[in-house]
């Protein structure tokens, strides 16, 4: 038989997804607002004042003069490539280093451990890591905006709690049959910490999605530069455009420039979001998993 609930038990569940309904609004009513202002027509749009719940007119002025730009194609593609690639490469080294640091027979583990962590709170400086980059031979060039941080510390460690929390008798057993280090990582391992490797897909493709001040800082052929130096870069001008207007044309390129502005937001922003469905059943999973520890 269910045992009804309490006065208080069901006052705290009302509070409760009041609360949530609150925060819910607060937080999705900007991308809202920026989604309903790219298709508004841009004289009203830049009149209009306090909360903006449906388009103001219809105009996809905005997207036509972002998609004529030639820059914003060679930027989406600089992006997916740095994405794709950037992410393969920090998941795998991550899970390397990761599997490494939490065997427990590992020779000066506690130091190691103790190095690793030391990069969370100390780095040496822009400048020394821009020469180091030169030095190798990376500057200008794609490898120099995804190397220089394909790991992250946080996320490996997070990744070394999790696979320490992976029964020994899989490695073992494993090892009676012939298995080696490579073969218990990718095939035991890697597989029992699914949950938690598809949230550092989706930190790690996040940042190289966001990314764009090393790129600023390495590159010089524009054909290499990401999409979001690219919409910077359509942002200064335009601002630069309505600072140096006059009469008419400083009102025209008033209106228009804040239409581009949530069309930029929006084009730089959706595809990214579209990647948080397929990964939204393991985020919490992958994320306890390697937090605590036994």
């Not at 029992?192 to 930190?203: E, G, P, Q, S």
């Not at 996040?206 to 001040?213: D, E, L, M």
């Not at 469905?277 to 919490?284: G, I, S």
Request: proline share 4%; glycine share 6%; with cysteine.
């Amino acid at each position: 038989m269910v045992e009804s609930k309490s006065f208080g038990s069901r006052l705290f569940d009302v509070l409760n997804y009041a609360l949530l309904f609150v925060l819910t609004v607060v937080f999705l009513y900007p991308l809202w607002y920026v989604l309903v202002g790219s298709i508004s027509d841009p004289v009203r749009l830049f009149m209009h004042n306090g909360l903006l719940w449906r388009p103001l007119g219809f105009s996809l002025h905005g997207y036509r003069t972002m998609l004529q730009n030639p820059n914003v194609g060679i930027g989406y593609a600089n992006t997916i490539f740095y994405v794709v690639v950037g992410t393969v490469l920090s998941i795998f080294f991550s899970c390397l280093g990761a599997y490494t640091l939490s065997r427990p027979k590992l020779m000066f583990k506690k130091l190691f451990t103790l190095l690793v962590v030391f990069t969370m709170y100390f780095s040496g400086g822009m400048i020394p890591k821009f020469l180091v980059v030169k030095g190798v031979g990376l500057y200008n060039t794609r490898m120099a905006v995804i190397l220089p941080g394909v790991i992250s510390t946080w996320n490996m460690i997070v990744m070394r709690t999790s696979f320490r929390a992976i029964p020994q008798s899989l490695e073992e057993s494993a090892r009676l049959d012939g298995a080696g280090d490579f073969t218990i990582l990718f095939r035991i391992i890697v597989p029992c910490a699914k949950a938690t490797i598809a949230v550092m897909v989706l930190y790690y493709a996040v940042a190289q999605w966001n990314g764009w001040f090393d790129a600023m800082i390495y590159l010089q052929d524009r054909s290499k530069f990401p999409l979001q130096l690219f919409l910077r870069e359509i942002l200064l001008i335009n601002i630069n455009n309505a600072n140096n207007a006059a009469g008419n044309d400083a009102a025209d390129v008033l209106y228009l420039d804040t239409l581009v502005k949530y069309a930029m937001i929006i084009i730089s922003t959706v595809p990214i979001l579209c990647i948080y469905p397929f990964v939204q059943k393991y985020f919490m999973k992958g994320v306890m998993m390697g937090s605590i520890k036994e």
